[in-house]
């Protein structure tokens, strides 16, 4: 069975500090590693993708993989209340298999 | 580009009923995959297809429900007869080849009385 556990949270962290969520997955093999957010009512948006070990920034958001640990973490620096939401982690663990999604951690920025 | 279209986005109807819900991937993406989120079992999958022929349906939660896809540009989800325990956001979300990540449609909210 793979699997990928999130802690569901909530996480409440002021507004401009940094936000850290973080992902363990069951498989080794795996792949490649998303990260997801979802506003209340709305669909999975994709915010970072990351395919091989250390860190991957791209604007506010750093995503960290440490393949050997199976540990994949985002961060999320300068925290604002837009970025209130729920997190999904997910992880593809082979070729052209679906992604297997953590249920999700949710974050409040407080203002 | 549009990106995954799903059709309706509510549907409220009764118990018993036949549901279809209907969804449109991203053109070019030959991979498909319908999930149904609850609060409590979060993201679930139901069924992918690659190429238009399904893969894997142990997702599929009972008999009841069924899944098509005639061709590249559509797809259906059918629930017949549905039950109040049907009731959830059903997401479609598609993907090219490879390792590249799912676009996921707005869903459609079920709701089953």
């Known amino acids: 069975q793979k699997e990928v556990e999130q802690n569901s949270g909530p996480l409440s962290v002021p507004e401009g500090a940094i936000a850290s969520l973080n992902c363990t997955y069951s498989?080794?093999?795996?792949?490649?590693f998303f990260w997801y957010r979802q506003y209340s009512g709305k669909s999975p948006e994709l915010i970072m993708s990351i395919y091989s070990n250390g860190d991957k920034e791209d604007g506010r958001f750093t995503a960290q993989l440490n393949k050997a640990s199976q540990y994949v973490s985002l961060l999320i620096r300068d925290s604002q209340p837009s970025d209130s939401a729920t997190y999904l982690c997910?992880?593809?663990?082979?070729?052209?298999?679906?992604?297997?999604f953590g249920k999700g951690t949710r974050l409040s920025v407080i203002a | 580009d549009a990106g995954v279209i799903q059709s309706p986005r509510h549907e409220v109807t009764e118990m018993g009923q036949e549901v279809t819900l209907r969804c449109k991937p991203i053109?070019?993406?030959?991979?498909l995959f319908w999930y149904r989120q609850t609060m409590m079992r979060g993201l679930e999958l139901l069924i992918y297809f690659n190429n238009n022929v399904p893969i894997d349906d142990s997702g599929m939660p009972e008999d009841r429900f069924s899944a098509k896809m005639p061709n590249a540009s559509f797809s259906t989800l059918k629930i017949q007869p549905s039950e109040p325990r049907d009731s959830a956001v059903y997401f479609c979300?598609?993907?090219?080849?490879?390792?590249?990540?799912?676009?996921f449609g707005d869903g459609t909210r079920l709701s089953i009385l």
């Open positions: 498989d080794r093999g795996s792949q490649s």
């Open positions: 053109s070019g993406h030959n991979s």
């Open positions: 979300a598609s993907t090219r080849d490879g390792n590249q990540p799912q676009h």
């Open positions: 997910a992880v593809r663990y082979s070729g052209n298999t679906p992604l297997v």
